[in-house]
């Protein structure tokens, strides 16, 4: 979710979509199907899955205002 639709939610949470996803592969929602899957909490609970795959390498930003700025390139 957070990949393609910019929602970070909880691992748990987010069962309900992989199940419809699966269901809808199988031919089991019909194509103009109206779906609501709710999912709750944020994914920086459980970072270690959230980051499990990814080949993130953190960067150290200082603790002043203008090296945020410029960590932002803003």
Known sequence: LA???GVFVEPASAASVAG???RAELGE???DAVVVCTVTGNGLK???TALGNAEVEPEVVGTDVADT???LGL
């Open 3 to 5: 990949a393609e639709q």
């Open 20 to 22: 419809l996803l699966v």
């Open 29 to 31: 929602v019909p194509a």
């Open 46 to 48: 459980d970072t270690a």
């Open 69 to 71: 700025v410029r960590a």
